[in-house]
């Protein structure tokens, strides 16, 4: 009788000892996402995934669930994927398969990270997420400036580049300064803002600098409860902006910052006509939009835009520029969008695009009413999205761990 009597009790032990195992690894699962460096032939945070996986299998004591659009999107892209691998036209470049097949596990690892994010969502524990991303985040500075030329002599260290260091603070600076407010207040994420938005110019990218620092205002503006209080700080921030803009000493420090951000700000007409980067990808948008006219459905393939070769018209402004320059065709994408629209076609693109905007405009109805703690999610998706525009970074898994994270509210919401 004593044995039956101390069973529940020892069950209820065991299943907080495993709530407690599984928090840990969702917090460790965060950091490796905020602080993608490491590698063990993968990035560390792939073998992580399986323990994850399974805790959360032991604690619902069910595997995936098939319930929301917002899954069956995930699905459709997943789907997408192994078409355009497998249908791939005539007349390709050797290897073209090879390069493909070798990137598809990563597009369906993305699926099944929306899946656990979506089918596990009440065991999940935000506070571990978030205090995972803070200390990636903070980890990733202090190793781009100061430690990655020295740890990168050991295989078990890759390089951070300057632009997944822009897009990483761009996905997750308006969780860091949430975090930071709601731990220790508005003036303490203040000055956290005012840090990662200078490393946003220092990373030398011109949309890092800029969209870095938008994401930490708007998450400041947007964790206000009074609608006065939020219209008030921005028009006020907006005239402030105005008045300083053209001053001496915010031209000297954006300049000292980011000279290509302080080109793009104060010789705009210049730099769009004459900057190598941005023609560069005028000339890849071109590229992609002439392969998406031949391979509409399923496009050449993933991981194949590099290889294929095409005659450029150069058809905009600035093109004598770049499109005759040495290795143009071999370049990537620089446009996540129009890169999956080229490798995997509508069938593809479309529920990317649906999936980015169903998160969008999820947030943009509910904003009102959505918890505070999921604002910062849904606004580091915003502003990743239109990073994405400028850049061949989707292929990053921490992008897709922000879009499970906002995947994972939309099926709390949908519950």
């Known amino acids: 009788m004593a044995v039956q009597h101390n069973l529940p009790m020892n069950r209820i032990t065991d299943s907080r000892s495993l709530e407690e195992r599984v928090k840990k690894l969702t917090f460790l699962y965060s950091f490796l996402m905020a602080f993608p460096v490491i590698l063990i032939v993968q990035n560390v945070s792939i073998f992580v995934f399986p323990f994850l996986l399974f805790g959360f299998y032991k604690l619902s004591g069910r595997f995936f669930t098939l319930r929301n659009v917002i899954q069956y999107l995930a699905l459709a892209f997943g789907v997408a994927a192994i078409i355009s691998v497998f249908n791939q036209p005539e007349k390709m470049p050797p290897n073209s398969f090879a390069r493909a097949l070798e990137v598809l596990p990563n597009y369906l690892y993305w699926v ?3 899946f656990l994010f979506t089918s596990y969502k009440e065991w999940i524990r935000l506070d571990a997420v978030y205090r995972g991303i803070f200390w990636g985040v903070f980890f990733s500075i202090f190793y781009y400036f100061f430690f990655q030329d020295f740890l990168t002599a050991s295989p078990l260290f890759k390089r951070l580049t300057q632009n997944t260091f822009a897009f990483l603070l761009i996905c997750y600076t308006p969780v860091v300064v949430w975090y930071i407010w709601y731990r220790f207040g508005f003036w303490p994420a203040f000055m956290v803002l005012g840090i ?46 105005t008045l300083i803009v053209d001053s001496s000493v915010v031209k000297g420090t954006v300049f000292n910052l980011n000279q290509r951000t302080y080109d793009l700000i104060y010789s705009r007409e210049r730099t769009l006509e004459e900057d190598r980067s941005y023609l560069v990808r005028l000339a890849q948008i071109e590229k992609a939009v002439l392969i998406f006219d031949k391979y509409p459905w399923s496009g050449i393939g993933l991981n194949n835009f590099g290889s294929y070769r095409i005659k450029l018209p150069g058809n905009f402004e600035g093109a004598d520029y770049v499109v005759n320059k040495r ?15 080229a490798e995997g076609g509508l069938l593809l693109v479309i ?14 109805w509910n904003i009102s009413s959505l918890p505070s703690e999921y604002r910062p999610i849904f606004i580091g998706i915003i502003h990743m999205s ?14 897709w761990f922000l879009i499970a994270l906002g995947c994972m509210v939309i099926a709390k919401h949908k519950v």
Do not use: E, Q
């Open 386 to 399: 239109i990073h994405l525009y400028f850049i061949y970074a989707i292929l990053n898994v921490f992008a």
């Open 112 to 114: 099944v990270l929306i």
């Open 327 to 341: 290795n143009i065709d071999t370049a990537s994408a620089h446009n996540s969008y129009f890169g999956f629209l």
């Open 196 to 241: 990662l938005s200078i490393c946003g110019f220092l990373s030398g990218s011109r949309s890092g600098s800029l969209l870095t620092l938008s994401g930490g205002v708007v998450t400041l503006l947007l964790n206000r409860r009074s609608k006065l209080i939020i219209v008030f700080f921005a028009l006020g921030g907006y005239f402030f902006t």
């Open 351 to 364: 529920p990317f695009i649906l999936l980015l905007g169903y998160n969008i405009l999820f947030f943009l």
